[in-house]
């Protein structure tokens, strides 16, 4: 059971009481060695000193850019310098003077593309190396090597054409060129006229026409009218069903389980949206390092498509080891273990455990322990099923109470669609408490029974859709001959403005409650609602959000309200910043009442990874609790909802 439903202890949370703070922090990191150079980098990124393949250049020659883009508007003039690798390379050597002349050539195919992206058709790109124009240097040129070599390029883009006549012929001709992006009059742009043509063939395929093609694209630029005239002409070929799906590259895995559970079924009409969520399904089993559905080029005899899953099986088994440290928590260490294809079926096994407290031992009965053992096995029963079993047993110390507990639970969850998910399960824990109550033993039978919708665009960090739960769990506690239940609603939403998403507005809201039982003594304080921390109301330490007894002891509540709302704004292509307000309240009534309001705000700092945006927000809460927290720093990866 979770100690607590509503602000997960588990993130990586740094805090502040008065003058003692917390840290938790994992790293990826290695040290390059080159020469007499040293490289240090994080998550593959050099933090200081030169990369090894900087050292490795062959004949380096050293050289000066001047890049001149006079009549060029802001916007032009900044692609053109993001364009040109020159320009973003004069730090690093090339290698001999024809590599510094094939780079220069290279460069100005790139800005001459830029220009065509841009509308600008009748643009020129003049390149001269060491005052040589580079269409007039012999085939194998050499230069002075007094000092860089001087390289210089001149973009005169000329003017910006606009989109002439618009014809649209074979199987696409009943489309409207107006769907995509293609207005006589509009912007004529390179790469809106190729993802035009692309998302034409896109669409027909849609249709369930795998055979669909592009067969012929004429681009004419009319220099005197300032226009270019489009012509697309695209052969779709039948609507077809799937044929017989095969599975190569197994070795490990069973390829019954593989076409099974990518839910291809012969005979289903074919949509190339299916097979892109049949690659994404079999690469989230995390058995495969790599997973690619082939097509046949053409149709069998009865007019299906056969197709073929290829798949590279990675190591089945890993394991780990961590540790953190914290002036209030102490010392920490964990280790895990685990097994991604136990039975052949892309079952999982982890075993995996935690001893906190390290730091501030006295004793045994001072150290928070955890371990657990999860199994987890896909397309039970259904293609479309997942059945989980674990058994987990934990020491929690908190600010509101001490728990020792251990936890059973199987579940099974559906997925109805591909955005919609069921699930149900039962589960019995066992809770020994010292809270604002006294020392409580409690034997807790439950039946979690959860519904989610998940539109996201992206699970780590999404800029549009939205993702809603409800649960419930009826139970009843044994030893006291309680019933209650808990109900807990969320929804979390994404709005993104402008240009490649700058600026994503995000908002989440919670709420739960509680009913049964009439004395909350009678709950355990494992199922009771709190709130504060990284996972509801920043700034507040966690737990610290509760209603308290008479003597000023936090008892937890039974019912709650969240809001959080941030504003995701990306200041590079990798820096975000993150202004955000947390609102909550946690109260003694069967309902949320709002009587005790607390709010935290603050601002994050976002850097963007292959796998995840890096997390740090730093948030104070507005109305603080006499002797309570001052500040909250917290860590992780992927955005905070």
């Known amino acids: 059971m979770p100690s607590n439903p509503i602000s997960p202890k588990n993130s990586l949370a740094f805090r502040r009481t008065g003058t003692a703070f917390g840290l938790g922090l994992a790293l990826a990191f290695g040290p390059v060695l080159t020469g007499e150079a040293l490289a240090f980098k994080i998550f593959g990124i050099t933090i200081f000193g030169e990369d090894e393949a900087v050292n490795d250049v062959i004949d380096p020659v050293r050289y000066s850019i001047t890049l001149d883009t006079d009549g060029a508007d802001k916007d032009l003039a900044e692609a053109l310098e993001r364009t040109s690798l020159l320009v973003q390379g004069q730090e690093a050597p090339v290698s001999g003077d024809l590599g510094l002349v094939i780079k220069a050539r290279d460069d100005r195919d790139r800005l001459v593309a830029t220009l065509y992206e841009n509308s600008r058709y009748g643009g020129v790109v003049s390149v001269t190396v060491d005052g040589r124009d580079i269409d007039n240097l012999p085939p194998i040129p050499t230069f002075g090597r007094d000092g860089p070599i001087p390289v210089t390029i001149r973009v005169d883009p000329g003017p910006a054409f606009a989109l002439g006549s618009v014809t649209l012929e074979g199987d696409a001709a009943g489309l409207d060129p107006a769907d995509y992006d293609l207005v006589p009059g509009g912007p004529a742009g390179s790469l809106v006229i190729l993802k035009a043509g692309e998302k034409i063939v896109d669409d027909l395929k849609a249709e369930g026409r795998p055979l669909a093609e592009l067969a012929r694209r004429d681009v004419v630029a009319d220099h005197e009218k300032q226009t270019v005239d489009v012509v697309f002409a695209v052969q779709a070929g039948p609507v077809a069903p799937i044929g017989e799906v095969t599975v190569k590259g197994a070795r490990k895995v069973d390829p019954e389980f593989i076409a099974r559970y990518s839910r291809l079924r012969p005979g289903q009409t074919y949509s190339p949206e ?45 394991f780990g080891v961590g540790a953190s440290f914290s002036s209030i928590d102490g010392l920490g260490v964990e280790g895990y273990w685990g097994h991604r294809n136990l039975f052949g079926q892309a079952e999982s096994l982890r075993l995996e455990g935690k001893v906190g407290g390290l730091g501030n031992f006295s004793g045994v009965e001072d150290l928070d322990y955890s371990a657990g053992i999860t199994f987890i096995k896909p397309g039970a029963f259904f293609p479309s099923g997942t059945l989980e079993a674990s058994i987990k047993g934990t020491t929690l110390t908190t600010e509101s109470y001490d728990a020792a507990s251990v936890i059973g639970k199987v579940a099974f969850a559906y997925e109805i669609t591909d955005y919609d998910k069921v699930s149900a399960g039962v589960s019995l824990s066992y809770d020994d408490i010292d809270d604002a109550f006294g020392n409580n033993t409690y034997l807790t039978f439950g039946v979690p029974i959860g519904y989610t919708r998940d539109t996201r665009d992206n699970k780590l960090n999404p800029t549009e859709g939205f993702n809603a739960a409800l649960s419930a769990i009826p139970s009843y506690e044994i030893l006291g001959e309680t019933f209650f239940s808990t109900f807990e609603g969320s929804i979390s939403g994404y709005y993104s403005l402008g240009a490649e998403d700058r600026i994503v507005l995000a908002a989440k809201l919670s709420a739960g409650m509680m009913v049964g039982a009439g004395d909350l003594e009678a709950i355990p304080a494992t199922r009771r ?113």
């Open 274 to 318: 299916q097979l892109r969520k049949a690659a994404e399904r079999l690469r989230a089993l995390g058995v495969f390092s790599s997973v690619t559905i082939d097509e046949a080029d053409g149709l069998e005899a009865d007019g299906s498509l056969p197709l073929g899953i290829v798949v590279a099986e990675g190591k089945h088994r890993y």
């Open 529 to 641: 609602f709190f709130a504060g921390g990284g996972g509801s109301v920043r700034g507040y330490a966690y737990q610290e959000i509760s209603p308290e007894n008479a003597a000023g002891d936090p008892t937890g509540g039974r019912a709650y309200a969240l809001g959080s709302f941030e504003a995701r704004v990306n200041v590079t292509e990798t820096i975000g910043i993150v202004p955000f307000l947390d609102i909550g309240s946690v109260t003694a009534a069967n309902y949320p009442d709002f009587s005790d309001i607390r709010m935290g705000a603050g601002i994050g700092l976002r850097y963007q990874t292959p796998f995840g945006p890096l997390r740090l927000d730093v948030a104070m809460p507005l109305d603080p609790y006499d002797g309570g927290s001052k500040y909250g720093i917290y860590a992780g990866i992927g955005q905070s909802f």
